[in-house]
């Protein structure tokens, strides 16, 4: 996990400028609180929280109140469902699996990260504190706010890697938090 972290810090200085101070831009005017939850393979679970969702000069900007997570980086996706529920695919239950996959409305089908072309819905990592803790700002520079609402948030047990090497999916492993963005 130490190594993780320190891997994510060694990649810092190549990300854009925008990509380290959500707050350099603004607060723009609309914001959604959603409900985050654990998901299982029964179902959605307890509460884990809530993620604002906001309008921002610079994309959209999520600002978490969460807690019983691991420490660490996640991977944070926006997907493309409005469902946090469970799916059986194949005789398997995925916690999380009717959210679908990630938000992907020009069809890229590729998994290139918050600040390349891919698909929308990979979101810049969500840190969350030793004490299980998440409340530092992620910005999406790419989302615009009107294309959020519908689609579920989707918190990963581990790192995104942004690719599909060498694992499948970014390698952020099952999904353990979900909450579905609802509009006013």
Known sequence: MKKAVAL????LPVLPAGAYAATSGTAVGANLAIEMHKVTTDGIGEPMGEMRVLEHSDGVLFEPDLEGLEPGLHGFHLHQNGSCGPEKKNGKVTPGGAAGGHF???SKGAHNGPYQAGHLGDLPALYVAEDGTATHEVLAPRLRFEQVAGHALMI???????SDNPEALGGGGPRVACGVIRPD
């Open 8 to 11: 994510f810090l060694m990649a």
């Open 104 to 106: 992907d409305p020009q």
């Open 156 to 162: 990963h047990q581990g790192p995104d890697n942004y």
